[in-house]
């Protein structure tokens, strides 16, 4: 019965209206581009000339989602009346009587939405059939992919399943994982492809089972960039084609530097400015280790502050940048008085090492003071 490749869109984990508290004014951006990813999902599939866009749970963040957020995702959607869009339920959004889903459903969505709330075959065409397994809890300790091995579809068709859970913590049939998922169903289940959605991160599992990881990350170590997964089957070939699609507007990226002198810095920068450009959408979390004089840490200090005004956001680890004054740098402050004796105080503190490591950072600080204090330039 199948004729000619089948091509797909897998995303999962939208999480629309994530409350990001943690960025404070930053927030309603990252919210914001979540809907946007949506939009970007949309212009893939047509760009791509394809027809249904799998959603793998986690659409919302949460049951209990206000109105407008509620409906965001929704008129997002409707801008793209040739495009099926397939909704899962996840653990932030299982389908619970009276719950976000049937909310949803009551106040009407478009025709090219469809909401699978219930495990039944739906067919995608002719060719392709879709095997959906929604979560009704939260955490389930049951394997749900399991009911995609009794679902009958016709002779010949594309099976492809759709769920959210973990394969990494399947425990088998007397296990107690959450949301557990057989990392074999695709083989048990003749699919041709199993759409997984729960870890934010694009992740092959086998040849025919993938996770798309979220299309805007929200943490790091995640992705730095969000993406989705565009799908071609052929039955002429042994496994389904997969290419990434990059939907996110954030760069989210790690870093470590051991930093001696500012030059590291600097060119830590030029990269991020060519890797990572606009800076301006870039979340950044920074490491900062080594040793440095009392004039270099004033001058990463500075840095820091500029640079905090070029990211998105920065989160910044800076504990394990420890300062040693030079010699020359205690007599600028001055070469034989109380506010010297005071600095070698100081120095001999940040040198002991039967001080806590906290008394110790408090003395390089307060000698930063100093140092900043007693060298600026008057104003004039």
Same mark, same amino acid.
């Given at each position: 019965m199948t004729s000619g490749p089948i091509r797909?869109?897998?995303?999962a984990d939208w999480q629309i209206g994530k409350p990001f508290l943690r960025f404070g004014d930053k927030a309603d951006r990252l919210r914001a581009a979540r809907l946007e990813a949506i939009e970007s999902l949309g212009r893939v599939a047509v760009d791509e000339q394809v027809g249904h866009i799998l959603v793998a749970g986690d659409i919302f963040d949460s049951e209990t989602p206000a109105r407008e957020t509620l409906y965001a995702p929704i008129e997002r959607m409707r801008s793209f009346p040739a495009i099926a869009w397939h909704l899962l339920p996840g653990n932030h959004d299982?389908?619970?009587?009276? $719950? %976000?889903?049937?909310?949803?459903?009551?106040? $009407?969505?478009?025709?090219?939405?469809?909401?699978?709330?219930?495990?039944?075959?739906?067919?995608?065409?002719?060719?392709?059939?879709?095997?959906?397994?929604p979560l009704t809890n939260k955490s389930e300790t049951r394997d749900?992919?399991?009911?995609?091995?009794?679902?009958?579809?016709?002779?010949?068709?594309?099976?492809?399943?759709l769920a959210h859970g973990n394969v990494g913590q399947f425990a088998g049939p007397d296990g107690d994982a959450s949301n557990p998922i057989d990392p074999t169903r695709a083989e048990r289940a003749g699919l041709a492809y199993l759409a997984l959605g729960d870890w934010h991160r694009t992740q092959r599992i086998t040849d025919r089972v993938w996770y798309a990881g979220t299309p805007e990350p929200d943490r790091h170590g995640s992705q730095t960039r969000g993406s989705a997964l565009l799908i071609?089957?052929?039955?002429?070939?042994? $496994?389904?084609? %997969?290419?990434?699609r990059n939907v996110g507007t954030f760069h989210w990226h790690t870093a470590e530097i051991v930093c001696n002198e500012l030059e590291r810095l600097v060119d830590f920068e030029t990269t991020l400015r060519r890797e990572a450009d606009p800076l301006s959408r870039l979340i950044l979390k920074l490491d900062l280790s080594g040793t440095v004089s009392l004039? %270099?840490?004033n001058q990463v200090a500075q840095w820091i502050e500029r640079f905090c005004a070029a990211v998105c956001h920065l989160d910044l680890d800076d504990l394990g940048l420890r300062v040693r004054p030079e010699q020359s740098e205690l007599e600028s402050m001055d070469f034989d008085g109380v506010l010297r004796n005071v600095a070698e105080r100081l120095k001999g503190r940040i040198n002991d090492p039967a001080l806590l490591s906290d008394d110790r950072r408090a003395a390089e600080d307060a000698l930063m003071i100093l140092y900043m204090e007693t060298t600026a330039l008057p104003v004039s």
């Open positions: 797909l869109i897998h995303t299982p389908h619970r009587p009276g $719950g %976000v889903w049937d909310r949803l459903r009551g106040a $009407g969505t478009p025709e090219n939405i469809v909401v699978h709330v219930s495990a039944r075959p739906h067919a995608l065409g002719a060719a392709c059939w879709l095997l959906p397994c749900l992919t399991l009911a995609m091995e009794g679902m009958c579809t016709p002779d010949g068709v594309f099976r492809i399943g071609t089957i052929d039955g002429r070939s042994p $496994g389904p084609k %997969v290419e990434a004039a %270099v840490r």
